[in-house]
């Protein structure tokens, strides 16, 4: 009988014992920073502990962010709805069965003012989770810290802003591509003077994994687009030493548990050598600082009281390889948006691997191992092989003009579910060790009639808003997007004066047309 072939998800094969690895000379808070980005890790902090959360209206997030909070949430990280996402107003047509479904529903500064009720700012950090429209929901959390009296200067957190991964993997982008990139070299070079603690892009691997690839196809394409960010900053003037350090990352936790430790710890050593290749001199713009979710398209809803186990191994394999911040998924999420009890199991499954399990006592404890280093070297040879290639085409912009990125990632998708087929791979509960539904019936859903709370709101704030005054701002941003102008300032008087959401795209789906 021929030997059966052990390999990880990406075809890495994997030897059945592992007597040798090259030798470790660099250690933690070093370059290349393999071992991670801090001397002492999770000794010195935690990573910080966010609960992805957001639905229906501002009203009831904001419910949602308190519970949390109490909980002992350390960051907030909020879900938008599509139409939001998109840059339509709940009353748009186009919004239509959305609105507050995958996320909150934003249309204007009133809605983040009653978003963040009660929250100081200042005090916390947060995470959008927003791309086609981030210059516009970025403008409204500066407007509002500053309603608050707080230091803009001082306000820390993330948005997405990842347009490439849009075109390649997710499908919520605007604007064609060099439109896209204008806008977000734009809030680079604004916050870099005005909001420097604020993460001006969180370079995301995670929906081009559960797009269907593999890790090493998340890896590479993530990082091939973190260069094209970088190149693009570069091309404007700006002084990678700046504004490297305020890029992040987003990378997906799947269940191959060594894999995406070895991915982790590759992908830290592959951005350094990046930047460094760039011109970045100061270290801290050669660190891959990065966020991780645990794998939601690793979520089964058959037996799904099954995912706590699948969430607790990734959110382990996450800490072992080194994030900077974490959150973890809802046990019910293959059935719907998380219930109160689901999102605080998921938190509790980090804070028992925080305080419970011994794994933060030593930094990378698995450094030396000779199957994860001999792992982290194969992943980076692999991904380097894809980042040579799109390198080869002339960078991420034109590997996703020609198709190539989303080729890839439904090639490794349509491998996968083969294999699910087949039984070669085994999902517990799915296609192995299947059983009559269990019951779980406590699901959480969103009445339909939240577009006409939304729709309300919007009509009674424009015949209360200074409508001159937004008339006057659309009109002055409409010139500047004609021409070379940095679009923030204009983006953010505009949403001073209650323009909507809706009403700031607009403008410039007028200008840069749509893709």
């Known amino acids: 009988m021929e030997d059966k072939k052990f390999t990880t998800t990406s075809g890495i094969e994997i030897k059945e014992i592992y007597t040798s690895a090259r030798p470790i000379t660099e250690l933690p808070g070093e370059f290349p920073y393999t071992r991670g980005i801090q001397k002492d890790m999770y000794r010195g902090r935690l990573w910080t502990m966010r609960q992805y959360a957001g639905f229906s209206t501002a009203e009831e997030s904001n419910k949602r962010y308190h519970y949390l909070l109490k909980q002992g949430t350390m960051g907030l990280s909020v879900a938008f709805d599509l139409p939001t996402q998109i840059g339509y107003d709940s009353d748009h047509e186009m919004s239509e069965g959305e609105v507050g479904k995958v996320g909150v529903a934003i249309d204007s500064l009133k809605d983040i003012e009653i978003l963040f009720d009660g929250i100081e700012l200042q005090k916390i950090t947060t995470s959008m989770t927003i791309n086609a429209t981030a210059s516009i ?8 810290a500053r309603k608050q009296g707080a230091d803009i200067r001082q306000i820390s957190g993330t948005i997405q802003n990842d347009i490439l991964k849009e075109y390649a993997a997710r499908g919520t982008y605007i604007y064609p591509p060099k439109a896209s990139m204008r806008i977000i070299t734009d809030i680079f070079e604004y916050c870099s003077k005005e909001v420097p603690k604020w993460n001006t892009i969180s370079i995301s691997g995670y929906h081009i994994r559960e797009a269907g690839s593999t890790a090493v196809q998340e890896l590479a394409f993530t990082l091939a687009n973190g260069k094209a960010y970088l190149n693009a900053a570069l091309e404007k003037g700006l002084d990678i030493n700046v504004f490297a ?78 994030t900077q911040s974490l959150h973890t998924n809802g046990y019910d999420e293959a059935l719907s948006l998380p219930t109160e009890a689901a999102a605080k199991i998921a ?23 000779y199957f994860v280093e001999n792992l982290t070297d194969e992943i980076e040879a692999a991904a380097q092989l894809y980042i040579d290639k799109i390198d080869a085409m002339g960078g991420s912009v034109n590997a996703i003009e020609n198709g190539y990125i989303q080729n890839e990632i439904g090639d490794a998708a349509y491998q996968y579910q083969v294999e699910i087929e087949a039984g070669t791979r085994v999902i517990v ?87």
């Not at 929901?137 to 509002?144: E, G, N, P, R, V």
């Not at 590759?266 to 966020?291: P, S, V």
């Not at 959401?501 to 749509?514: K, N, P, Q, T, W």
């Open 347 to 369: 938190l509790r499954t980090q804070q028992v691997i925080a305080f419970e399990s011994g794994v933060t006592d030593t930094v990378d404890p698995l450094a030396g191992s």
């Open 137 to 144: 929901l970025l403008a409204m959390y500066i407007a509002l």
């Open 429 to 515: 509960g799915v296609n192995k060790f299947t059983q009559e539904q269990e019951g779980i019936n406590d699901v959480f859903t969103i009445d339909e009639s939240i577009r006409t709370i939304q729709t309300d709101k919007l009509n009674k704030l424009k015949s209360e808003r200074d409508n001159v005054a937004v008339e006057k701002a659309l009109s002055d941003l409409k010139i500047a997007a004609a021409g070379t102008e940095n679009l923030m300032p204009y983006i953010l008087v505009a949403v001073e004066a209650y323009a909507s959401l809706g009403e700031i795209a607009d403008v410039l789906r007028s200008v840069f047309g749509e893709y």
């Open 245 to 322: 350090k305020r890029l992040s990352f987003f990378f997906n936790c799947h269940n191959n548990f060594f894999e995406e430790i070895a991915k982790f710890r590759a992908a830290r050593r592959m951005w350094a050598k990046i930047t460094k290749e760039l011109g970045a001199t100061d270290e801290k713009a050669q660190m891959l600082r990065f966020h991780t979710q645990t794998g939601g398209s690793t979520l089964t809803a058959q037996q799904p009281l099954n995912n706590v186990i699948r969430v607790s191994n990734q959110a382990m394999a996450a800490v072992l390889g080194g």
